[in-house]
């Protein structure tokens, strides 16, 4: 009976016991991960080289508190100035760390260029806080500890034994290669030399071209000017010296004024002179002075003809000089003297180089 009582006794005590550690007990806010795996790329890192540490584990930790849900993937860039990764900043630089996550399974990857060689080895951190912190969130009280293994950074002369610096070698030429580029050389000359040649003589071809345009031109301005002087000698032969002479003037104002592509409109004879020494500026040669001379004449006797009618000085003796009438022929020798005018004035375009 005393041994019944004592089992009955001890089994209500444990039962106390267990009640009592569960009603008291506060909810645990550390996670644990499952199935760590860590790879770095390259397997064998140099100094210098831009590495790659990834650490994949699968976690009911939310870190991302999205509730896990979905197989969307989840991806967050953590802050590397996070103290952990600023403590080996003698040993190597952290470019960039990305937390993923799908499910229940995340992935950490660690972008770092390494300063020297020998181990590198991060030290345990708080996941949960790096990626509040990078969310610029407080503290959530949860833990998550990740650790990982040490990583070791090989030194370039240290694998091929090399204690010097190489003298420095010229670039090797793949054999053929100079035959090839005196090839191209020679093809690119052939085809440059007269591309060159037209480029620097190509002011001078538009030289010439424009010339030789103004040219055709003027032997375009000359042979109507010639055609409109016969049809004038033509077509007034009924009409009266007044509308004869005004229509020469016209005639010849009009080509004056495309010749020299300038105003005549409304210049007089008396300053036809002058006008032409200022395009001359300021002296005229044997062959311009000869065609302003001709062309004076036939202007003057037009001004008299058109405007002399009925005054008295067209009672002066002789008559053949005063009268305001044109002698027989005296219209074919107007129309001649003009035709002088245009025939010197492109005598002296070509003998400027026309």
Known sequence: MIQIQLK??????LWVLVFTGAAYSEPSTVHSERGAVQILIPKTPYVGDRSELKYVFHSDADLFSDKITGQQTSSLELDCNFEAFANLSDKCLVQKAVLEHTGFEYSLTITFIPWK?????????????LVRRSQKLDDSGAVFFVDFAPVTIY??????????MRPSKPPMAVPGTTFMLGIIGAISLVFLLPLIIFIIRLPAFLLYYASARDYRRLRKLKKQTDRNLAKLVKDYKNRSDYDFCLELKRLLRNYLCARFDESFKSVTTGSLYSTFEKFALGSL??????????LYTVFQRCDYICFAGGSLDTKRQPASMYEAILAEGERELMTKRARKAIELFDVEEENAGV
Not at 8 to 13: D, G, N, P, Q, W
Not at 117 to 129: K, N, Q, V
Not at 155 to 164: D, N
């Open 285 to 294: 040669n044997e062959s311009q002075e000869n065609a302003v001379s001709e």
């Open 8 to 13: 009955k006794a001890f089994s209500a005590l």
């Open 117 to 129: 060689s020998g181990t590198i080895d991060f030290a345990s951190f708080d996941l949960e806080r």
């Open 155 to 164: 030194s370039i002369a240290q694998a091929t034994g090399t204690t010097v």
